[in-house]
């Protein structure tokens, strides 16, 4: 079995900065590509940003100059800084995991289960 476990969102001012971390844990071989995603109440979830095993990164225009994903492989760890926030960056953010390796499974996709990140103004 495979978890992904989000931490490090709560609130936070409108200027201000937090740091999303993402721990993949379970029986897996390998993870290609990890990505942070987010969904604001009465919206559909929206990509933010994705990287790959070998470090290729792309941003979703709402995320480039302000939004900064990184990985660390040995911790299958996926992190998202995110500065400058904004009251409409306030959401629900999930991390995404679409090819786990998973011993005597194969490739799954896992969804963290979400942290919440809320700005106020």
């Known amino acids: 079995q495979v978890q992904l476990v989000e931490s490090g969102g709560g609130l936070v001012q409108a200027g201000g900065s937090l740091r999303l971390s993402c721990a993949a844990s379970g029986d897996i071989l390998r993870i290609n590509t990890m990505g942070w995603y987010r969904q604001a109440p009465g919206k559909q979830r929206e990509l933010l940003a994705l990287?790959?095993?070998?470090?290729?990164?792309s941003y979703a225009d709402t995320a480039k100059g302000r939004f900064t994903i990184s990985r660390d492989n040995a911790k299958n760890t996926v992190y998202l800084q995110m500065n400058s926030l904004k009251p409409e960056d306030t959401a629900a953010y999930y991390c995404k995991a679409p090819s786990v390796w998973v011993v005597g499974v194969g490739r799954v996709d896992y969804w963290g289960q979400g942290t919440q990140v809320t700005v106020s103004s």
């Open positions: 990287i790959t095993s070998s470090g290729r990164i």
